[in-house]
Protein backbone atom coordinates (compact mmCIF):
# COMPACT_ATOMS: atom_id res chain seq x y z
CA UNK A 1 0.00 0.00 0.00
CA UNK A 2 1.39 3.38 -1.27
CA UNK A 3 -0.11 6.99 -0.35
CA UNK A 4 -0.76 8.43 -4.13
CA UNK A 5 -2.42 12.13 -3.47
CA UNK A 6 -1.77 13.36 -0.04
CA UNK A 7 -4.70 16.09 -0.54
CA UNK A 8 -7.17 13.80 -1.48
CA UNK A 9 -5.94 11.11 0.98
CA UNK A 10 -5.90 8.26 -1.63
CA UNK A 11 -4.41 5.37 -1.61
CA UNK A 12 -2.84 2.39 -4.04
CA UNK A 13 -4.06 -0.71 -2.67
CA UNK A 14 -1.60 -3.98 -4.39
CA UNK A 15 -3.42 -6.79 -3.31
CA UNK A 16 -3.97 -7.67 -6.71
CA UNK A 17 -3.01 -6.14 -10.14
CA UNK A 18 -5.36 -4.25 -10.66
CA UNK A 19 -3.89 -1.54 -8.32
CA UNK A 20 -6.92 0.27 -7.49
CA UNK A 21 -6.14 3.83 -6.08
CA UNK A 22 -8.78 4.75 -3.47
CA UNK A 23 -10.60 7.29 -2.09
CA UNK A 24 -10.62 8.13 1.76
CA UNK A 25 -14.08 6.19 2.64
CA UNK A 26 -14.19 4.64 -0.37
CA UNK A 27 -14.05 1.18 -1.34
CA UNK A 28 -11.68 -0.72 -4.21
CA UNK A 29 -12.60 -2.30 -7.66
CA UNK A 30 -13.32 -5.43 -5.68
CA UNK A 31 -15.46 -4.12 -2.54
CA UNK A 32 -12.63 -6.18 0.04
CA UNK A 33 -10.41 -3.00 0.78
CA UNK A 34 -10.97 0.36 1.53
CA UNK A 35 -9.18 3.53 2.75
CA UNK A 36 -9.92 4.28 5.99
CA UNK A 37 -8.11 7.96 6.75
CA UNK A 38 -5.52 6.69 4.95
CA UNK A 39 -4.98 3.11 5.95
CA UNK A 40 -6.00 0.40 3.70
CA UNK A 41 -8.53 -1.80 5.51
CA UNK A 42 -9.89 -5.44 4.97
CA UNK A 43 -13.34 -4.86 4.90
CA UNK A 44 -15.28 -8.62 4.87
CA UNK A 45 -13.94 -10.95 8.30
CA UNK A 46 -11.42 -13.01 9.21
CA UNK A 47 -13.13 -16.16 9.83
CA UNK A 48 -11.10 -18.62 12.15
CA UNK A 49 -13.11 -22.40 12.51
CA UNK A 50 -13.81 -24.10 15.71
CA UNK A 51 -16.30 -26.70 16.74
CA UNK A 52 -19.00 -25.27 18.54
CA UNK A 53 -22.20 -27.09 17.39
CA UNK A 54 -24.56 -24.92 20.10
CA UNK A 55 -23.82 -21.90 17.54
CA UNK A 56 -25.67 -23.24 14.98
CA UNK A 57 -23.32 -22.48 12.21
CA UNK A 58 -24.02 -18.36 13.22
CA UNK A 59 -20.90 -16.03 12.89
CA UNK A 60 -20.17 -14.99 16.06
CA UNK A 61 -18.15 -11.49 16.41
CA UNK A 62 -14.49 -11.96 17.39
CA UNK A 63 -15.04 -9.54 20.49
CA UNK A 64 -17.93 -11.12 21.50
CA UNK A 65 -16.46 -14.22 22.02
CA UNK A 66 -12.98 -12.56 23.58
CA UNK A 67 -15.57 -11.51 26.61
CA UNK A 68 -16.70 -14.88 27.19
CA UNK A 69 -13.84 -17.06 27.01
CA UNK A 70 -10.80 -13.93 28.43
CA UNK A 71 -7.78 -14.91 30.07
CA UNK A 72 -7.41 -12.32 33.19
CA UNK A 73 -4.62 -10.72 31.07
CA UNK A 74 -8.01 -9.93 28.64
CA UNK A 75 -6.67 -12.46 25.61
CA UNK A 76 -8.48 -15.49 24.21
CA UNK A 77 -7.21 -18.33 25.53
CA UNK A 78 -5.50 -20.55 22.89
CA UNK A 79 -7.64 -23.09 21.81
CA UNK A 80 -6.08 -26.23 20.41
CA UNK A 81 -9.70 -26.51 18.32
CA UNK A 82 -9.07 -23.51 16.21
CA UNK A 83 -8.34 -23.23 12.91
CA UNK A 84 -6.95 -19.89 11.21
CA UNK A 85 -8.63 -20.20 7.86
CA UNK A 86 -7.40 -17.68 4.70
CA UNK A 87 -10.67 -16.56 4.29
CA UNK A 88 -10.48 -12.63 4.51
CA UNK A 89 -6.59 -13.14 5.55
CA UNK A 90 -5.29 -11.19 2.00
CA UNK A 91 -3.17 -12.59 -0.48
CA UNK A 92 0.39 -12.41 -0.78
CA UNK A 93 0.48 -10.12 -4.28
CA UNK A 94 2.67 -8.84 -5.94
CA UNK A 95 3.91 -12.38 -4.96
CA UNK A 96 7.23 -11.16 -3.04
CA UNK A 97 6.05 -11.23 0.27
CA UNK A 98 5.21 -14.38 2.94
CA UNK A 99 1.82 -15.49 3.66
CA UNK A 100 -0.87 -13.06 5.61
CA UNK A 101 -0.83 -15.54 8.61
CA UNK A 102 1.79 -18.07 8.79
CA UNK A 103 0.30 -19.92 12.27
CA UNK A 104 2.15 -22.38 15.10
CA UNK A 105 0.26 -24.38 17.31
CA UNK A 106 0.59 -27.71 19.09
CA UNK A 107 -1.88 -30.79 18.34
CA UNK A 108 -1.76 -33.40 20.80
CA UNK A 109 2.36 -32.67 21.33
CA UNK A 110 2.90 -32.18 17.48
CA UNK A 111 4.38 -28.77 16.62
CA UNK A 112 2.39 -27.97 13.77
CA UNK A 113 2.15 -25.03 11.05
CA UNK A 114 -0.46 -23.75 8.85
CA UNK A 115 0.08 -21.22 6.18
CA UNK A 116 -3.13 -18.97 4.90
CA UNK A 117 -3.37 -17.23 1.54
CA UNK A 118 -6.28 -15.74 -0.34
CA UNK A 119 -5.45 -17.40 -4.04
CA UNK A 120 -6.01 -15.00 -6.91
CA UNK A 121 -7.29 -17.56 -8.99
CA UNK A 122 -7.50 -16.84 -12.96
CA UNK A 123 -7.70 -20.47 -13.99
CA UNK A 124 -10.18 -21.95 -12.16
CA UNK A 125 -13.46 -22.75 -12.61
CA UNK A 126 -17.34 -24.86 -11.34
CA UNK A 127 -17.92 -28.23 -11.88
CA UNK A 128 -21.76 -28.51 -11.31
CA UNK A 129 -23.33 -31.83 -10.76
CA UNK A 130 -27.33 -32.17 -11.77
CA UNK A 131 -29.35 -35.09 -10.06
CA UNK A 132 -31.81 -35.63 -12.71
CA UNK A 133 -33.00 -37.69 -14.88
CA UNK A 134 -33.98 -34.41 -17.35
CA UNK A 135 -31.81 -33.69 -20.22
CA UNK A 136 -30.13 -30.80 -19.92
CA UNK A 137 -28.23 -30.12 -23.03
CA UNK A 138 -26.38 -32.06 -25.64
CA UNK A 139 -22.87 -33.00 -24.08
CA UNK A 140 -20.19 -29.83 -25.49
CA UNK A 141 -23.52 -27.63 -25.60
CA UNK A 142 -22.82 -24.20 -24.96
CA UNK A 143 -24.27 -23.10 -21.53
CA UNK A 144 -24.81 -18.99 -20.66
CA UNK A 145 -25.91 -16.44 -18.46
CA UNK A 146 -27.01 -13.44 -19.88
CA UNK A 147 -26.42 -14.64 -23.37
CA UNK A 148 -22.64 -14.89 -22.64
CA UNK A 149 -21.14 -18.34 -22.76
CA UNK A 150 -19.95 -19.21 -19.87
CA UNK A 151 -18.93 -22.72 -20.16
CA UNK A 152 -20.77 -25.79 -21.60
CA UNK A 153 -22.26 -29.34 -20.50
CA UNK A 154 -20.11 -32.32 -20.08
CA UNK A 155 -20.18 -36.03 -19.87
CA UNK A 156 -23.27 -37.38 -18.03
CA UNK A 157 -22.67 -39.47 -14.51
CA UNK A 158 -25.40 -41.97 -12.83
CA UNK A 159 -28.37 -40.31 -12.14
CA UNK A 160 -26.26 -37.04 -12.86
CA UNK A 161 -25.50 -34.12 -15.37
CA UNK A 162 -22.31 -32.58 -15.15
CA UNK A 163 -21.64 -28.85 -16.36
CA UNK A 164 -18.29 -27.33 -16.25
CA UNK A 165 -18.51 -23.63 -15.82
CA UNK A 166 -15.61 -20.76 -16.11
CA UNK A 167 -11.89 -21.67 -16.63
CA UNK A 168 -9.23 -19.54 -17.73
CA UNK A 169 -10.82 -18.79 -21.59
CA UNK A 170 -13.91 -17.66 -20.46
CA UNK A 171 -12.26 -15.51 -17.54
CA UNK A 172 -9.76 -14.36 -20.05
CA UNK A 173 -9.82 -15.31 -23.13
CA UNK A 174 -13.16 -13.45 -24.95
CA UNK A 175 -14.68 -10.23 -24.52
CA UNK A 176 -14.41 -8.35 -21.60
CA UNK A 177 -18.28 -8.73 -20.82
CA UNK A 178 -17.87 -12.61 -21.08
CA UNK A 179 -15.11 -12.13 -18.57
CA UNK A 180 -16.89 -10.05 -16.45
CA UNK A 181 -20.37 -12.44 -16.63
CA UNK A 182 -18.24 -16.19 -16.11
CA UNK A 183 -16.62 -14.41 -13.00
CA UNK A 184 -19.74 -13.14 -11.37
CA UNK A 185 -21.58 -16.58 -12.25
CA UNK A 186 -19.16 -18.56 -10.43
CA UNK A 187 -18.66 -16.32 -7.05
CA UNK A 188 -22.62 -16.68 -6.57
CA UNK A 189 -22.64 -20.08 -7.19
CA UNK A 190 -19.45 -20.35 -5.06
CA UNK A 191 -21.00 -18.74 -2.45
CA UNK A 192 -24.29 -20.32 -2.18
CA UNK A 193 -26.03 -18.26 -4.06
CA UNK A 194 -28.45 -19.12 -7.13
CA UNK A 195 -27.95 -18.71 -10.82
CA UNK A 196 -30.04 -19.30 -13.79
CA UNK A 197 -27.98 -20.77 -16.77
CA UNK A 198 -29.44 -21.49 -20.13
CA UNK A 199 -28.10 -24.23 -22.57
CA UNK A 200 -27.92 -24.26 -26.30
CA UNK A 201 -30.18 -26.42 -27.76
CA UNK A 202 -31.52 -27.90 -24.22
CA UNK A 203 -33.23 -27.10 -21.05
CA UNK A 204 -33.16 -23.49 -18.66
CA UNK A 205 -31.57 -24.48 -15.42
CA UNK A 206 -31.46 -22.77 -12.29
CA UNK A 207 -28.64 -24.08 -9.77
CA UNK A 208 -27.58 -23.28 -6.31
CA UNK A 209 -25.28 -25.33 -4.36
CA UNK A 210 -27.19 -27.86 -1.81
CA UNK A 211 -30.51 -27.07 -3.36
CA UNK A 212 -33.00 -28.81 -5.92
CA UNK A 213 -32.50 -27.50 -9.32
CA UNK A 214 -35.24 -26.04 -11.12
CA UNK A 215 -35.46 -27.29 -14.97
CA UNK A 216 -37.44 -25.17 -16.88
CA UNK A 217 -39.17 -23.22 -14.45
CA UNK A 218 -40.07 -26.81 -12.68
CA UNK A 219 -38.31 -27.88 -9.19
CA UNK A 220 -37.02 -30.94 -9.78
CA UNK A 221 -38.02 -33.50 -6.79
CA UNK A 222 -35.55 -36.97 -7.69
CA UNK A 223 -32.58 -38.93 -9.33
CA UNK A 224 -33.33 -41.78 -10.85
CA UNK A 225 -32.89 -45.06 -8.76
CA UNK A 226 -30.80 -46.40 -11.47
CA UNK A 227 -30.52 -47.05 -15.25
CA UNK A 228 -33.50 -48.81 -16.97
CA UNK A 229 -31.23 -52.48 -16.65
CA UNK A 230 -30.37 -51.69 -13.28
CA UNK A 231 -33.81 -50.89 -12.41
CA UNK A 232 -35.07 -54.46 -13.90
CA UNK A 233 -32.38 -56.34 -11.62
CA UNK A 234 -33.57 -54.40 -8.31
CA UNK A 235 -37.07 -55.39 -8.65
CA UNK A 236 -37.89 -58.89 -10.53
CA UNK A 237 -37.80 -60.35 -7.38
CA UNK A 238 -40.63 -58.26 -6.54
CA UNK A 239 -42.63 -58.00 -9.59
CA UNK A 240 -42.15 -61.87 -9.84
CA UNK A 241 -45.98 -63.78 -10.60
CA UNK A 242 -47.63 -59.88 -10.67
CA UNK A 243 -47.51 -59.02 -14.20
CA UNK A 244 -46.37 -60.62 -17.08
CA UNK A 245 -43.91 -57.95 -18.70
CA UNK A 246 -42.10 -54.84 -17.48
CA UNK A 247 -40.46 -52.51 -19.27
CA UNK A 248 -38.48 -49.93 -17.54
CA UNK A 249 -38.04 -47.29 -19.89
CA UNK A 250 -34.62 -45.09 -19.33
CA UNK A 251 -33.02 -42.90 -21.87
CA UNK A 252 -29.79 -44.41 -21.86
CA UNK A 253 -30.43 -48.33 -21.18
CA UNK A 254 -33.49 -49.29 -21.38
CA UNK A 255 -34.63 -52.85 -19.48
CA UNK A 256 -37.03 -55.69 -20.50
CA UNK A 257 -37.70 -58.10 -17.71
CA UNK A 258 -38.21 -61.14 -19.73
CA UNK A 259 -35.32 -61.08 -21.97
CA UNK A 260 -33.14 -59.48 -19.29
CA UNK A 261 -30.90 -61.80 -17.46
CA UNK A 262 -32.19 -61.37 -13.78
CA UNK A 263 -35.38 -62.28 -14.94
CA UNK A 264 -33.85 -65.23 -16.77
CA UNK A 265 -32.10 -66.92 -13.30
CA UNK A 266 -35.47 -66.67 -11.25
CA UNK A 267 -37.44 -68.13 -14.56
CA UNK A 268 -39.50 -65.22 -16.30
CA UNK A 269 -41.33 -66.65 -19.19
CA UNK A 270 -40.56 -64.98 -22.88
CA UNK A 271 -43.73 -62.73 -23.71
CA UNK A 272 -42.61 -61.66 -27.79
CA UNK A 273 -42.09 -58.13 -26.70
CA UNK A 274 -40.40 -56.06 -29.22
CA UNK A 275 -38.21 -53.21 -28.81
CA UNK A 276 -37.59 -50.32 -30.75
CA UNK A 277 -33.82 -49.52 -30.42
CA UNK A 278 -30.35 -50.81 -30.52
CA UNK A 279 -29.92 -54.41 -28.20
CA UNK A 280 -26.68 -54.46 -26.08
CA UNK A 281 -27.71 -57.74 -24.57
CA UNK A 282 -30.18 -59.73 -23.63
CA UNK A 283 -33.04 -57.39 -22.33
CA UNK A 284 -30.60 -54.13 -22.53
CA UNK A 285 -31.40 -51.84 -25.11
CA UNK A 286 -29.62 -48.47 -26.19
CA UNK A 287 -31.41 -45.79 -28.23
CA UNK A 288 -34.94 -46.52 -27.67
CA UNK A 289 -35.75 -42.48 -28.63
CA UNK A 290 -34.04 -39.50 -27.95
CA UNK A 291 -33.45 -37.68 -24.82
CA UNK A 292 -35.88 -35.21 -23.29
CA UNK A 293 -37.74 -34.37 -20.44
CA UNK A 294 -40.61 -37.18 -21.13
CA UNK A 295 -40.21 -41.02 -19.58
CA UNK A 296 -37.06 -41.97 -18.21
CA UNK A 297 -34.87 -38.54 -19.90
CA UNK A 298 -36.34 -39.07 -23.21
CA UNK A 299 -38.40 -37.27 -25.52
CA UNK A 300 -41.60 -39.78 -25.16
CA UNK A 301 -44.62 -38.78 -23.87
CA UNK A 302 -45.88 -42.20 -24.83
CA UNK A 303 -44.12 -45.47 -23.79
CA UNK A 304 -45.60 -47.41 -26.60
CA UNK A 305 -43.59 -45.49 -29.17
CA UNK A 306 -40.80 -47.87 -28.41
CA UNK A 307 -42.80 -51.06 -29.18
CA UNK A 308 -42.50 -53.14 -32.05
CA UNK A 309 -44.92 -55.76 -32.46
CA UNK A 310 -45.26 -58.51 -30.56
CA UNK A 311 -44.84 -61.60 -31.90
CA UNK A 312 -47.57 -63.97 -31.91
CA UNK A 313 -46.40 -67.31 -31.94
CA UNK A 314 -45.21 -66.46 -27.85
CA UNK A 315 -47.43 -63.38 -27.27
CA UNK A 316 -51.22 -64.28 -25.83
CA UNK A 317 -54.01 -62.24 -25.41
CA UNK A 318 -54.51 -61.05 -21.98
CA UNK A 319 -50.73 -60.50 -21.73
CA UNK A 320 -50.07 -57.69 -19.15
CA UNK A 321 -46.95 -55.32 -18.70
CA UNK A 322 -46.20 -52.63 -16.73
CA UNK A 323 -44.16 -49.60 -18.07
CA UNK A 324 -42.25 -47.24 -15.84
CA UNK A 325 -39.93 -44.92 -15.82
CA UNK A 326 -36.18 -44.72 -14.04
CA UNK A 327 -38.01 -42.14 -11.19
CA UNK A 328 -41.30 -43.51 -11.07
CA UNK A 329 -42.56 -40.53 -12.21
CA UNK A 330 -44.42 -42.02 -15.00
CA UNK A 331 -46.00 -45.22 -14.92
CA UNK A 332 -48.86 -47.19 -17.21
CA UNK A 333 -50.45 -50.74 -17.46
CA UNK A 334 -51.28 -52.62 -20.68
CA UNK A 335 -53.05 -55.52 -21.71
CA UNK A 336 -53.37 -57.33 -25.12
CA UNK A 337 -56.16 -57.47 -26.76
CA UNK A 338 -56.99 -60.27 -29.21
CA UNK A 339 -54.83 -58.50 -32.05
CA UNK A 340 -52.13 -58.59 -29.34
CA UNK A 341 -52.11 -54.54 -29.55
CA UNK A 342 -51.56 -53.57 -25.60
CA UNK A 343 -54.83 -51.32 -24.46
CA UNK A 344 -53.91 -49.23 -21.49
CA UNK A 345 -56.12 -49.59 -18.32
CA UNK A 346 -55.62 -48.48 -14.56
CA UNK A 347 -52.83 -50.04 -12.87
CA UNK A 348 -53.80 -52.50 -10.49
CA UNK A 349 -53.29 -52.30 -6.61
CA UNK A 350 -51.60 -54.85 -6.67
CA UNK A 351 -48.64 -53.22 -8.79
CA UNK A 352 -48.70 -49.66 -7.29
CA UNK A 353 -46.33 -50.67 -4.06
CA UNK A 354 -43.73 -51.60 -6.54
CA UNK A 355 -43.68 -48.20 -8.64
CA UNK A 356 -43.83 -46.76 -5.55
CA UNK A 357 -41.05 -48.27 -3.87
CA UNK A 358 -38.78 -47.00 -7.00
CA UNK A 359 -40.15 -43.57 -6.18
CA UNK A 360 -38.70 -44.33 -2.50
CA UNK A 361 -35.38 -45.45 -3.76
CA UNK A 362 -34.44 -42.45 -5.99
CA UNK A 363 -32.45 -39.68 -3.90
CA UNK A 364 -33.31 -36.32 -3.72
CA UNK A 365 -32.38 -34.57 -6.25
CA UNK A 366 -29.71 -32.11 -5.60
CA UNK A 367 -27.21 -29.53 -7.12
CA UNK A 368 -23.35 -30.06 -6.04
CA UNK A 369 -20.96 -27.00 -6.82
CA UNK A 370 -17.60 -27.72 -6.43
CA UNK A 371 -14.99 -25.03 -7.05
CA UNK A 372 -11.55 -26.55 -8.65
CA UNK A 373 -8.58 -24.11 -9.07
CA UNK A 374 -4.29 -24.37 -9.57
CA UNK A 375 -2.68 -23.30 -7.19
CA UNK A 376 0.17 -21.52 -8.90
CA UNK A 377 3.88 -20.15 -8.55
CA UNK A 378 2.53 -16.84 -6.63
CA UNK A 379 0.82 -17.97 -4.26
CA UNK A 380 3.03 -21.10 -3.31
CA UNK A 381 5.78 -18.28 -2.66
CA UNK A 382 3.90 -17.01 -0.28
CA UNK A 383 4.43 -20.36 1.81
CA UNK A 384 8.21 -20.52 0.81
CA UNK A 385 11.49 -19.20 -0.98
CA UNK A 386 11.35 -22.91 -3.00
CA UNK A 387 7.85 -23.16 -4.37
CA UNK A 388 8.40 -26.54 -6.28
CA UNK A 389 8.93 -27.93 -2.93
CA UNK A 390 5.38 -27.05 -1.35
CA UNK A 391 4.16 -29.10 -4.46
CA UNK A 392 6.70 -31.91 -3.91
CA UNK A 393 5.36 -31.85 -0.25
CA UNK A 394 1.75 -31.77 -0.83
CA UNK A 395 2.28 -34.79 -3.35
CA UNK A 396 4.11 -36.57 -0.68
CA UNK A 397 1.40 -36.11 1.57
CA UNK A 398 3.64 -33.83 3.98
CA UNK A 399 1.36 -30.87 3.30
CA UNK A 400 -2.63 -31.50 3.53
CA UNK A 401 -4.21 -28.70 1.31
CA UNK A 402 -7.78 -27.10 2.56
CA UNK A 403 -9.71 -24.33 1.83
CA UNK A 404 -11.68 -22.03 3.93
CA UNK A 405 -10.98 -24.94 6.60
CA UNK A 406 -12.85 -27.31 4.04
CA UNK A 407 -10.98 -30.82 3.07
CA UNK A 408 -10.42 -31.11 -0.14
CA UNK A 409 -9.13 -33.20 -3.58
CA UNK A 410 -6.13 -32.64 -4.62
CA UNK A 411 -5.03 -33.67 -7.98
CA UNK A 412 -2.58 -36.19 -8.71
CA UNK A 413 0.55 -34.93 -11.66
CA UNK A 414 2.38 -31.79 -11.62
CA UNK A 415 1.08 -28.80 -9.48
CA UNK A 416 -1.17 -28.07 -6.70
CA UNK A 417 -4.89 -28.78 -8.38
CA UNK A 418 -7.60 -29.48 -5.93
CA UNK A 419 -11.62 -29.60 -5.67
CA UNK A 420 -13.60 -28.34 -2.58
CA UNK A 421 -17.19 -28.66 -2.21
CA UNK A 422 -18.25 -25.37 -1.78
CA UNK A 423 -21.10 -26.55 1.21
CA UNK A 424 -18.22 -27.36 3.29
CA UNK A 425 -17.05 -24.03 3.35
CA UNK A 426 -18.40 -21.09 5.91
CA UNK A 427 -20.32 -18.37 3.83
CA UNK A 428 -19.17 -16.01 1.33
CA UNK A 429 -15.94 -17.80 1.78
CA UNK A 430 -14.77 -16.21 -2.08
CA UNK A 431 -14.28 -13.17 -3.54
CA UNK A 432 -13.51 -11.58 -7.04
CA UNK A 433 -11.36 -9.28 -8.27
CA UNK A 434 -12.10 -7.41 -11.67
CA UNK A 435 -8.99 -8.94 -13.59
CA UNK A 436 -11.67 -10.50 -13.41
CA UNK A 437 -10.33 -13.65 -11.29
CA UNK A 438 -12.19 -15.16 -8.24
CA UNK A 439 -10.46 -15.22 -4.83
CA UNK A 440 -10.42 -18.40 -2.76
CA UNK A 441 -8.81 -19.42 0.62
CA UNK A 442 -5.97 -21.60 0.67
CA UNK A 443 -4.45 -23.22 3.41
CA UNK A 444 -1.42 -25.55 4.24
CA UNK A 445 -1.07 -27.63 7.02
CA UNK A 446 2.16 -29.70 8.22
CA UNK A 447 4.89 -30.30 10.55
CA UNK A 448 6.63 -27.42 11.95
CA UNK A 449 9.82 -29.15 11.30
CA UNK A 450 8.78 -30.24 7.85
CA UNK A 451 7.77 -26.47 7.36
CA UNK A 452 11.84 -25.37 8.03
CA UNK A 453 13.02 -28.05 6.04
CA UNK A 454 11.04 -26.62 3.32
CA UNK A 455 12.18 -23.05 3.14
CA UNK A 456 9.23 -22.07 4.98
CA UNK A 457 9.18 -18.14 5.67
CA UNK A 458 10.28 -19.09 9.67
CA UNK A 459 11.14 -15.62 10.77
CA UNK A 460 7.02 -14.61 9.98
CA UNK A 461 5.31 -17.84 11.87
CA UNK A 462 3.02 -16.60 14.79
CA UNK A 463 1.59 -18.15 17.62
CA UNK A 464 -2.09 -19.58 17.45
CA UNK A 465 -2.54 -17.57 21.07
CA UNK A 466 -1.42 -14.35 19.37
CA UNK A 467 -3.35 -14.76 16.36
CA UNK A 468 -6.44 -15.28 19.07
CA UNK A 469 -5.59 -12.42 20.68
CA UNK A 470 -5.80 -9.85 17.53
CA UNK A 471 -2.42 -9.72 16.48
CA UNK A 472 -2.08 -10.07 12.54
CA UNK A 473 1.39 -11.03 10.61
CA UNK A 474 3.97 -8.03 10.43
CA UNK A 475 3.88 -8.81 6.78
CA UNK A 476 0.17 -7.44 6.70
CA UNK A 477 -0.26 -4.00 5.16
CA UNK A 478 -3.49 -3.73 5.96
CA UNK A 479 -5.79 -3.17 8.68
CA UNK A 480 -8.20 -6.26 9.50
CA UNK A 481 -11.48 -4.30 10.21
CA UNK A 482 -12.90 -7.42 11.79
CA UNK A 483 -12.35 -11.29 12.89
CA UNK A 484 -14.93 -13.32 13.43
CA UNK A 485 -15.35 -17.27 14.74
CA UNK A 486 -17.54 -19.50 12.99
CA UNK A 487 -18.17 -23.14 13.70
CA UNK A 488 -17.15 -25.34 10.73
CA UNK A 489 -20.43 -26.43 8.34
CA UNK A 490 -21.87 -29.83 9.04
CA UNK A 491 -19.63 -32.52 9.66
CA UNK A 492 -16.33 -30.83 8.33
CA UNK A 493 -13.81 -31.59 10.55
CA UNK A 494 -10.65 -29.06 11.32
CA UNK A 495 -8.19 -29.29 9.32
CA UNK A 496 -5.55 -29.78 12.06
CA UNK A 497 -7.79 -32.79 13.91
CA UNK A 498 -8.41 -34.93 11.38
CA UNK A 499 -6.93 -38.44 11.30
CA UNK A 500 -6.58 -38.06 7.74
CA UNK A 501 -3.64 -36.00 7.39
CA UNK A 502 -0.56 -36.43 7.14
CA UNK A 503 1.14 -35.00 9.52
CA UNK A 504 -1.07 -37.60 12.28
CA UNK A 505 0.46 -40.50 10.80
CA UNK A 506 3.01 -42.83 12.59
CA UNK A 507 6.27 -42.99 10.95
CA UNK A 508 6.57 -47.12 10.42
Known amino acids: MTVADDKQQKIRCDACPVMCYIADGRAGACDRYSNDNGQLVRLDPHKILEHRVESGGQ??????????????????????????????????????????????????????????????FSYCGVKVKVDSDRHLGSECAPVRVGGEIVGHVTTSEYGSQMLSLGGVNHLTGGSKKEGRITCSAMLALCNGEAVELTIDGGARITVQAGKAPIINDVLEERMRVGCGSATVGMFAAQWKGLVDEVVVVDDHITGVMSEHQAGKVIGWEPTGIRIKGRRSTPGRYFQVAEPGNGWGGTDLDDPLKILGAFDPAVAKPGLSLLMVSTTGEHAAYFELDGDLLPVEKEIPERLLPSVKRIEENCEPALTSVLFMGGAGGSLRAGVTEHPVGLTRSVQSALTSVSSGGAPVYVWPGGGITFMVDVTRMPKNAFGYVPTPALVAPIEFTMRLEDYRALGGHMDYVMPLADVLAGKVGTQCDHILKERRMVTAPGDTPLPTRSEAYAWKRTEP
Do not use: C
Not at 76 to 95: H, K, M, R
Open 59 to 120: AVPFLERALLEQEPDGGLQPNAEAFVTAIGAGSTYPDYKPAPFIVSSEVDGVDMVTVVTEGI
